[in-house]
């Protein structure tokens, strides 16, 4: 008993010690409390393809004491992308890249507006959900009970619900052919880079998901705001025009 007391008074004592490592020189806390950033608004309107980026607009409210404005990763607050705006209205380009930076953070990104000179790292106020759906039609698939998607840090796991679920294969837009990651009777998991999925989707590139008496084809849908990312129109006219 006498050790055990010992032992509990030096457990004590070591977190007591601990405690005052964590505080700073002038006694208070090290922690850095990020303050928020200034209000913004953003209604968007238009999701569409330009040049292999995901191009968002829409009117948006912008406090009057904001010097910047930018959309960050919610998670880290690093800046994605690149626009331009004004007091009432935004147009931002984000990458396959930075699409997937927000799936990896609460399937969203935030939009940021700070002083002039202000310390990075604020707080966004508000968020623009991110959504990607990969629902089978009926139409291009047969054997295929369903097929979802979850999210994984920077990686995503495709599932797939089939009669003979470890006999599938997967094709993701002409990036080859890979086996299930872990597959049970009626279910198989495929593992691959967000990026992957989302670079997929802006192309228009199909999933292909076949073997074991299963053959389907899925086109990926990114939504942002659910707003569905409209294609990029490759008639000659259009290209003119840009």
Request: aromatic share 6%.
């Amino acid at each position: 008993m006498i050790r055990s007391m010992r032992g509990a008074q030096s457990l004590a004592q070591a977190l007591a010690l601990a405690s005052v490592f964590a505080l700073g020189c002038g006694g208070g806390s090290a922690r850095v409390s990020r303050p928020e950033s200034l209000y913004a608004y953003w209604s968007v309107e238009e999701v569409d393809v330009h040049r292999g980026d995901i191009r968002v607009a829409g009117p948006a409210e912008i406090d009057p004491e904001a010097a910047d404005v930018d959309i960050v990763d919610r998670c880290d607050r690093r800046s994605l992308g690149g626009g331009v705006w004004t007091r009432n209205r935004l147009v931002w380009r984000l990458s396959a890249r930075d699409i997937a930076t927000g799936f990896a953070c609460a399937s969203e990104v935030g939009l940021r507006a700070t002083r002039a000179g202000a310390e990075p790292g604020a707080i966004p106020r508000f968020s623009v959900s991110l959504r990607l759906d990969v629902s089978l039609d009926s139409e291009t698939s047969t054997g295929l009970e369903g097929l979802d998607v979850a999210f994984d840090g920077d990686q995503s796991v495709v599932q797939a619900k089939s009669a003979n679920a470890p006999g599938l294969k997967l094709a993701l837009g002409g990036r080859g052919v890979m086996g299930p990651d872990i597959a049970f009777e009626d279910v198989a998991a495929f593992r691959m880079p967000t990026e992957a999925l989302i670079d997929a989707a802006i192309r228009q590139a199909p999933v292909r998901v076949f073997g074991g008496g299963a053959d389907a084809y899925v086109w990926p849908k990114l939504y942002v705001q659910d707003r569905l990312a409209i294609a990029e129109d490759p008639s000659p006219a259009s290209s003119e025009n840009e």
